[in-house]
């Protein structure tokens, strides 16, 4: 049993309360799940929850833990250097279960990346892509996906006849962490673009104090849609998103998927979110040990 008593949580920077007197009582076997919206400290409560030293250099708290639940795991949603080197074990009640997330370098990587993108452009080449084409491309977990995009990425955005822009699923790749949101919408610094950008991101639901936060204090899915904000105020006309979704709540989650179905320009998406690939994505691709072939939507 876990039992958790009274907890208050509150964010040491802002001095938003994430959580106030909150109490609950799982039993051996239980199964919970924690909804809402980004930011609203999600992440947070499940840290404490397994160790609250995760959360002490920007939270405080009151409350406590009870009970024996047995052995338990973490897993995040965004892997630290360290956890990527590893492997990160989970736990149920009845028995322990395993997940083997070291990085498996696949042998001659250059070769298969040359043979996939051969195979993904010999019938439909990213050039003669029609404008608004939303291209989905998905398969099991380690077949090159995410390889694959990074390299219709390269090739994209050094072109001059493009306005592309990229996710990658590390947000740090792109993201520049120390500043704050309003800075990155707002590189030149002006009075009129800072409101501009604080318009946007009170659009997003971002709070008054995440605007003013370091981008690396967001929750993953805050990242997200400063991303997705980002490349549409860029104008760009071609998105190349990788799990563009898979941060969002199911509060949000629908809002973005519909605002990505609205967007005129081009889309080319690894996904596993079939709501994703059923309502924004009108041409499918999946990873056989052929290479990448044409899907049905019926296949979803």
Not at 207 to 228: N, V
């Amino acid at each position: 049993m876990l039992q958790v008593k009274h907890l208050t949580l509150t964010h040491r920077k802002d001095l938003r309360t994430l959580a106030e007197d909150f109490s609950f009582v799982l039993n051996n076997g239980d199964k919970a799940v924690v909804i809402g919206e980004e930011g609203n400290g999600k992440s947070t409560l499940l840290k404490w929850i397994y160790d609250p030293g995760m959360v002490e250099d920007y939270c405080e708290w009151s409350g406590e833990i009870a009970g024996d639940p047995g052995p338990m795991g973490y897993l995040a949603q965004d892997l630290s250097e360290e956890e990527k080197a590893g492997s990160v074990y989970g736990f149920c009640a009845a028995s322990p279960y395993f997940f083997d997330l070291t990085p498996k370098e696949p042998a001659d990587i250059a070769r298969q990346l040359r043979l996939l993108a051969e195979d993904f452009y010999s019938d439909r080449p990213v050039s003669s892509l029609s404008g608004g084409e939303k291209v989905g491309i998905l398969g099991p977990n380690g077949a090159g996906k995410t390889t694959l995009l990074r390299h219709i990425a390269s090739l994209l955005l050094a072109r001059k006849d493009l306005r592309a822009a990229y996710m990658s699923q590390d947000y740090a790749d792109t993201l520049p962490m120390d500043k704050t949101p309003v800075e990155y919408l707002a590189p030149e610094g002006d009075a009129a673009s800072e409101t501009r950008a604080r318009t946007y991101l009170g659009s997003i639901r971002y709070s008054r104090q995440e605007m003013a936060h370091p981008i690396r204090e967001l929750s993953g899915g805050q990242k997200a849609k400063l991303l997705l904000t980002k490349m549409m105020l860029d104008g760009v006309n071609v998105l190349i998103l990788d799990e563009p979704t898979r941060n969002f709540s199911p509060i949000s989650g629908p809002r973005v998927r519909e605002a990505l179905a609205d967007y005129q320009g081009t889309i080319i998406s690894v996904s596993h979110d079939r709501k994703f690939l059923a309502e924004v994505c009108d041409t499918l691709y999946r990873f056989t040990e052929k290479g990448v072939v044409p899907m049905d939507r019926g296949e979803l």
